[in-house]
């Protein structure tokens, strides 16, 4: 069985700086793929950035970027440019690529942008 | 292009109740999976319907059960609710197709057990 875990219940960042979100998973499979999803009040799980786990070459998408460690099982989000919409809960989350669409997140962080 | 959508969006029930919750998926989608989100935690995989059966089932009880509709939609249904099973339930649909690993979320169902 696959685990995810985040290990930042909270973290704030001021308008406008870079914040860093941590995320370490435990898995023995070989093709599986990460993500961060972003869960506003609206409580609805969107999706941030993806990474294919046999891809070297980090995942970015405009201010957001991933540092992927395979080998010490590590997946951190990189905020920049912090904007107060990004303020929310954050998950990072572990898929399996030979089980099925299925998503084992992790417990969260909960993201303040502060003006 | 209508995305997601779940009803209702908040329900209240009482220990030993049965509940139906409600699911369409993303036009174009034939699979469906459910999650619970307990407060404060993240989403924990219920099951996940494709072609009207049940295809994986996370480490949930029997008295979690399912459907899926010919036009893909889908049921989640819960018996002889308890106070535990308070809860955002999330569905999110994708293709069973399994080089596509993307999935689309509603904004859930908030029941309440009392």
Not at chain 1, 34 to 51: A, E, G, H, N
Not at chain 1, 64 to 86: E, P, R, T
Request: hydrophobic share 30%; charged share 15%.
């Amino acid at each position: 069985a696959q685990t995810v875990t985040q290990s930042q219940p909270e973290m704030s960042v001021q308008e406008a700086e870079t914040v860093t979100l941590s995320c370490t998973y435990d898995t023995s499979e070989s093709n599986y793929y990460l993500f961060w999803y972003k869960q506003p009040p609206s409580r609805q799980m969107i999706l941030v950035i993806r990474q294919e786990a046999y891809k070297q070459q980090n995942a970015t998408e405009n201010r957001f970027s991933v540092n992927f460690q395979k080998a010490a099982k590590s997946f951190s989000l990189k905020i920049s440019d912090s904007q107060l919409g990004d303020t929310a809960m954050y998950f990072c989350a572990f898929m399996n690529g030979n089980a099925g669409n299925m998503l084992t997140f992790g417990g969260g962080t909960r993201l303040m942008v502060k003006p | 292009d209508a995305g997601v959508t779940q009803s209702p969006t908040h329900l209240i029930k009482t220990r030993g109740q049965q509940v139906t919750l409600r699911c369409s998926p993303k036009s174009g989608h034939d699979t469906v999976s459910w999650y619970q989100q307990a407060l404060g935690q993240g989403p924990q995989f219920i099951f996940q319907y494709y072609e009207e059966e049940e295809r994986q089932r996370g480490n949930f009880p029997d008295r979690f059960s399912g459907h899926q509709f010919p036009n893909y939609s889908s049921e989640l249904n819960v018996n002889a609710l308890l106070l535990g099973d308070s809860a955002l339930y999330l569905c999110a649909s994708s293709l069973w197709d399994p080089t596509n690993e993307k999935l689309f979320f509603g904004s859930g169902t908030q029941l309440s057990v009392l």
